[in-house]
């Protein structure tokens, strides 16, 4: 009998293939009731572990007698869930976007590699052909020439993704490794900024596009994702003047791809026809709560393997406990001053099975996350902001600041029947806690006032760029701090509720690739 140090315990999870559908719980790829395969499990990266596995609930039986004693009682519950802290990572977030937001992922195409050669990628059929100056990013390969960002060039199929340069090498990946597109390099003089509107819901920008290029399906631009014109892309791919840069929101793209319309924008745009500059723009996967009636929509449940080293006498001395049927449930991401961004993840599930020596299909090699380069409070902010919904600014300077998301996942439980039977979600709430300095008196009149605000923030680092929106919330609290010799602060809650535009209380844009300068 060994002792397991806290330190040594791993985390990896799989998607179950049966997603809870018909009463079947908790089933992997390749388990009796479930699709053939071999599950693919993914290794996590906790910071620390709440509660996580079964929690036993037993009722006695205390009977009145002159024994005065208690006699044997009987189990009468159990609650399963998997709560964790990790550090907000590139990889985690893509882990679980679509099970907290009950929806795929929608935005940028992204391809499965099967192999390269000198020019080229070789990918699953998503029949999709990419045109001509599609910017793809690639990572997780042993080549170092077969990653990075690259122009696609003409002669590409919905099978192979030819490259512009070419200077790869020939390589079967193996892994995670993933082929995204990134974005888009226009030919010269394309786009245009052909109008700068100011609208009852803010100033918008129209951008033009004599070749149509807008309606590409791999790019699949979507109102209320954001797009980025990077301020480090080169001078020549990018518009001329210096305003004319930045994240935006995509308010409407033109069925035929002649234009795209944004806003919230950094600084505001000019009208402008840049006749020589082939204008680069990035975009990304885009993922946002959805009606249950939408083709977007998924209920996703998930396993959780967790391996606990030394626990037993059994050859190797490892045993693993398998978390089933776990719905997502809630999500803290919490910002505080120099420091990294973190998660909190809260998952609830209908069992966790009895310590076992015999692992499951798969779970003995889990991909390793690629994308793990933690996101600084100060140094990789690239937005912070509470707006009104004509986008005049209430304020920017945050102390702190957590968005909660919540699924109001349960467990239903019957008769004759230990744990969860199913699991129900109720309603997608979001949530906001931020302490922020006092600089503007619009803060307590928009409390006040229950007007309508919007919130952005979001983060770029090597690993690639992520950005929060919220496009309707009201803002509650704003009692005052005084503390002495320092700034007074303003205590505020957000409430999010249904856009009346996006219909949608979150949206979240992960773009594989910035420029920076």
């Not at 893509?94 to 099970?99: K, L, P, T, V």
């Not at 954001?226 to 301020?231: L, R």
């Not at 490892?318 to 961004?341: C, F, Q, R, W």
């Not at 957000?494 to 594989?512: C, K, N, Q, R």
Request: aromatic share 8%; charged share 20%; hydrophobic share 40%.
């Amino acid at each position: 009998m060994g002792r397991v140090l806290t330190n040594n315990v791993s985390l990896q999870y799989a998607v179950e293939s049966t997603e809870l559908a018909g009463g079947a719980v908790g089933l992997l790829v390749g388990e009796t009731g479930a699709p053939a395969g071999t599950p693919e499990w993914y290794a996590l990266e906790p910071n620390e572990y709440g509660d996580i596995g079964a929690t036993i609930t037993k009722i006695p039986r205390n009977p009145i007698s002159n024994t005065r004693q208690r006699r044997k009682g009987a189990i009468s519950d159990l609650d399963s869930q998997a709560n964790y802290g990790a550090d907000l990572i590139f990889s985690h977030l893509r882990y679980f976007a679509e099970a907290y937001f009950f929806s795929t992922f929608d935005g940028a195409i992204q391809f499965q590699p099967t192999a390269t050669d000198a020019d080229s990628y070789t990918v699953n059929d998503l029949s999709v052909v990419l045109d001509e100056n599609t910017l793809i990013y690639s990572r997780g390969f042993v080549g170092a020439t077969n990653n990075g960002l690259k122009v696609v060039d003409v002669g590409s199929t919905s099978t192979d993704i030819v490259v512009k340069g070419g200077g790869m090498t020939v390589e079967t990946p193996v892994g995670n490794a993933s082929v995204e597109v990134a974005g888009f390099r226009s030919a010269a003089g394309d786009l245009a900024v052909s109008a700068v509107t100011a609208t009852s819901e803010g100033t918008q920008v129209t951008i033009t596009s004599a070749a149509n290029i807008f309606n590409s399906t791999a790019l699949n631009l979507v109102p209320g994702q954001f797009i980025c014109f990077a301020e480090g892309s080169a001078a020549l791919n990018k518009f001329t003047t210096a305003t004319n840069i930045g994240y935006a929101k995509i308010v409407s793209v033109d069925s035929g791809g002649a234009n795209i319309v944004i806003d919230e924008t950094k600084d505001l745009w000019v009208v402008e026809v840049a006749a020589a500059q082939e204008v680069e723009f990035f975009v990304g996967t885009y993922s946002r709560n959805v009606k249950t009636d939408d083709p977007l929509f998924l209920e996703r449940s998930v396993q959780f393997e967790i391996g606990l080293p030394n626990l037993d006498n059994n050859p190797s001395g490892d045993m693993y406990e398998y978390s089933k049927g776990n719905y997502a449930g809630t999500l803290d991401i919490a910002m505080v001053l120099s420091d990294k961004v973190t998660l909190s993840f809260g998952f609830i599930g209908t069992d966790t099975d009895n310590p076992t020596s015999t692992r499951k299909a798969g779970a003995s090699a889990p991909l390793l996350p690629l994308m793990t380069e933690a996101f600084s409070t100060t140094s990789d902010c690239i937005r912070m902001r509470i707006t009104k919904v004509d986008e005049t600014g209430i304020t920017t300077d945050f102390k702190s600041l957590t968005l909660k998301i919540n699924n109001n996942v349960s467990p239903e439980k019957v008769l004759c029947n230990l744990g969860a039977r199913f699991m129900n979600y109720g309603n997608f709430e979001i949530d906001g806690e931020g302490e922020l300095l006092f600089t503007d008196a619009a803060v307590p009149a928009a409390i006040r006032g229950n007007e309508t605000v919007a919130m952005t923030f979001g983060a770029r680092n090597e690993d690639g760029a992520y950005m929060f929106h919220i496009p309707s919330m009201t803002m509650g609290g704003g009692n005052r701090s005084y503390p002495i010799n320092q700034s007074v602060t303003v205590n505020i809650t957000g409430e999010a509720y249904a856009d009346s535009v996006l219909d949608i209380s979150l949206g979240l844009t992960m773009f594989p690739y910035i420029p920076v300068v």
